[in-house]
């Protein structure tokens, strides 16, 4: 077998048993091995975005506090 084919059975074999291994569901396993490994497979290989120098900065997550109006004193 090929190293793919090798990766989707285990794969299938794993949601097999998280399902409680239930009789009868070989082909969907399979094809939903397929489908997840696929899917991590292209988001692998997507590079990355390049940030532009004016985001590059982190965020701090931190909004700046508007500043209230001193008290009225009598």
Known sequence: MTD???EVKLRSYLIWESEGRPDG???DH???AEAELASEQAAAAKP???RS???SAPKTGKAKAAKSPAPKQA
Request: aromatic share 6%; proline share 7%.
């Open 4 to 6: 793919k084919t090798e």
């Open 25 to 27: 569901a070989s082909q």
């Open 30 to 32: 399979w094809l939903r």
């Open 48 to 50: 990355a975005k390049a």
């Open 53 to 55: 120098p004016r985001t």
